[in-house]
Nanobody, 127 residues
Framework: YLQVLESGGGLVQAGGSLRLSCTSSLLSSGHAMAWFRQVPGKEREGIACINWNADSVTYEDSVRGRFTVSRENDKNTLYLQMDSLKPGDTAMYYC?????????????????????WGQGTQVTVSS
C-alpha cells in the first residue's frame, strides 16, 4: 500500500521554476514531512522539512532562498516550490514522512528520522 506519492517533476531550463507535490494521508496525522534528493552515486540528502503545523521549517543551505516548502493538511498535500533552478539541482526528488507524530524539524535533515517514502520524481535542469 503506497502511502506517499510525488508528482510535478520534469525538464526545465536553468533559472526556471517547478512545483513538486506530494500526497499522503500522513499529512493529516501530525507528521512532519520532508523533501530529499539524490543523484546517482551520491547519498540522499534532505533539503527541506516542515512540521505538522508549519511553525518549524528547515532548509539545506544550497536551496535556502530558492526553494519553499509548504503543506495543506486538509488536502493531504505537501509542496516544494523550486525557483531559480540550477543544473546542480538535477536529481530524483523524494517526499518522506517523519516516523513520529508532532515532531519538529532539525538540521541536518536526517534520513533516519523518516520512515515512509515515495518512489520519487525526476527533476532535470538544463544549462
Amino acid at each position: 500500500y503506497l502511502q506517499v506519492l510525488e508528482s510535478g517533476g520534469g525538464l526545465v531550463q536553468a533559472g526556471g521554476s517547478l512545483r513538486l507535490s506530494c500526497t499522503s494521508s500522513l499529512l493529516s496525522s501530525g507528521h512532519a514531512m520532508a523533501w530529499f534528493r539524490q543523484v546517482p552515486g551520491k547519498e540522499r540528502e534532505g533539503i527541506a522539512c516542515i512540521n505538522w503545523n508549519a511553525d518549524s521549517v528547515t532548509y539545506e543551505d544550497s536551496v535556502r532562498g530558492r526553494f519553499t516548502v509548504s503543506r495543506e493538511n486538509d488536502k493531504n498535500t505537501l509542496y516544494l516550490q523550486m525557483d531559480s533552478l540550477k543544473p546542480g539541482d538535477t536529481a530524483m526528488y523524494y517526499c518522506a514522512a517523519d516516523k513520529r507524530r508532532y515532531s519538529a524539524c532539525f538540521r541536518p535533515i536526517r534520513e533516519s528520522d523518516f520512515g515512509t517514502w515515495g518512489q520519487g520524481t525526476q527533476v532535470t535542469v538544463s544549462s
